[in-house]
């Protein structure tokens, strides 16, 4: 049976997503409404979609190697390699689209993302570990969502720190 979006992680996505990226629009002067429905809807739908389908797959992926230390550095590297310098620069491109910024829309959007993803390895290491080792699966999508919220904060300042 393909994966669905839940009430709650729907929920869960949107109201988190949301929160995050919107601290992060006020503490850089550009607060939209119209950027704070759109992540809300990504929150509410592709994220709490495919974020909780990619949990489930990495459970499955690593259930041969056991319980122990080798099973938690496969689930927290797959877990990095998924939020990857493309997933961060999706997330740009959305906060791009429905700021209706289309200046940020361009190939450049990558380096940023690149650089972005960069700095923040040794926060995402421990973040990831946390979510994919100690948390229960059905926790994971909150905890990746607030450890996202708190992420969109620094995506969208990495957006401005890491312009290039």
């Known amino acids: 049976m393909p994966f669905a979006i839940t009430k709650r992680n729907a929920l869960q996505g949107l109201l988190i997503y949301a929160a995050g990226d919107s601290v992060a629009a006020m503490i850089l002067g550009v607060f939209s409404p119209w950027r704070l429905m759109g992540i809300m809807l990504i929150g509410a739908t592709v994220y709490a979609w495919e974020i909780p389908a990619y949990f489930r797959w990495i459970d499955r992926r ?16 797959l877990a990095l390699l998924y ?28 380096q940023t993302a690149f650089l972005s993803w960069l700095v923040n390895i040794p926060i995402a290491i421990v973040g990831n570990f946390v979510i994919q080792v100690v948390l229960p699966l059905r926790w994971r999508f909150a905890g990746s969502a607030i450890f996202s919220g708190l992420m969109a904060i620094y995506y969208a300042l990495s957006g401005v720190w890491f312009d290039a």
């Not at 990857?84 to 209706?100: E, M, Q, V, Y």
């Open 62 to 77: 690593t259930s041969a190697t056991g319980n122990g230390p080798r099973r938690a550095l496969a689930r927290t590297g």
């Open 83 to 110: 939020f990857n310098p493309l997933w961060i620069a999706r997330h740009l491109l959305f906060i791009a689209l429905f700021s209706a910024n289309g200046e940020a829309l361009r190939l450049a959007l990558l």
